[in-house]
């Protein structure tokens, strides 16, 4: 392996951002024009946008027979997505969860995160699970629009009209404008992914590490930095709803889009590794169903629990790295994580909830 397979990786990394970035804004330009709200742009476009990474690493991945990319960056970016990205998020100020994301969106992203599971326990995504997984994301996707033209907080609105300005009417010039953005973004992201993924297969096959696993830290974490850009600058803006909507609605973009469309482009469907369905689709289940209990506890994602969050990627991470390399202290750090540091979060969430319950009931008498 020589630099520049780090080269390629590091410069297909950037070619996903920078492509993300302009197709995201020539598209919610475009949709200002055809007189979209600005709360349909927000929910839809830039939520669908800024999992663009992922959809072209995985799609290439797959039509290149590089199946363990395909998955480990989906599963990989929804566990970076909660962990890191609310983490980090709610460390520079307590996120304010909407009602909507713990009655609706977080239950479903708990619930595509089980039939990704239920898909894949015979070993691959085929064919017809895509297509069923895909005609979920346009269901959605439709669901969104419908909610969208229902909000009545006028808080919601102005911040997302504060985000995503209406653009008015264009001249023809505009319009080429915006086209000529979704095009180049499109293009980079082709390109990006390309580079990516050869990067990352090289790599894995000269440090002797599985391609699952490089999808698993090293893909996911970069196809997942225009949620982490948008996250963090959401959160320090006050911007509640993009900050955590944005992470919900792509975990639930991801398996249904992303995955769904690999699973239909796969001439043979999608590989799912057995490490897949014993370990790391559970811990993307677990984090999911984690959510609930953090996020109505007040209605808030507070500092410690961000910092609970983090702590939990890296050590996530650390496993990946020992159990991959099969190091000696594997053992003692599944003990510890196991029978110490799970056990004890599993509790002390346990006994937040119920207290948070009694509190509810109590107010209600």
Known sequence: MNAMVIVLLIAGLVLLVVGAEILVRG????????????????????????????MAVSTLSSLSGQADIAVGNVIGSNIFNVLCILGLSALFTPLVVAQQLIRLDVPIMIGV????????????????????????AIAYTLFLIFQSRREKNAEVEAEYAE????????????????????????????LGSRWLVDGAVTIARAIGVSEIVI????????????????????????????????VVGSNIFNILAVLGLAGVVAPAGVNVADSVLRFDGWVMLAVAVACLPIFF??????????????????????????????????PIFNTAMFAFVVPITVLTLAIITLRELKTARDRNR
């Open 113 to 136: 995160s089980g039939l990704m599971l239920l898909f894949g326990a015979d070993g691959v995504i085929g064919r017809s699970d895509g297509v069923i997984l895909f005609l979920g």
């Open 297 to 330: 506890t007040g209605n808030l994602i507070t500092r410690w629990e961000g910092l609970v969050f983090l702590g939990y990627y890296v050590a996530y991470t650390v496993y990946l790295i020992l159990d991959s390399t099969q190091h000696t202290s594997l």
């Open 27 to 54: 598209a919610s330009r475009l949709a200002s024009l055809l007189g979209m709200s600005p709360l349909i742009i927000g929910l839809t476009i830039v939520a669908y946008g800024t999992s663009a990474p992922e």
């Open 215 to 246: 999808g698993l830290t090293i893909v996911a974490a970069g196809t997942s930095l225009p949620e982490l850009a948008t996250s963090v600058v959401a959160s320090m803006k006050g911007e509640r709803d993009i900050a955590v909507g944005n």
């Open 163 to 190: 985000a995503y300005p209406q653009a008015g009417n264009g001249s023809p010039a505009v319009w080429l404008i915006n086209l000529a953005y979704i095009g180049i973004g499109l293009a980079l992201l082709v």
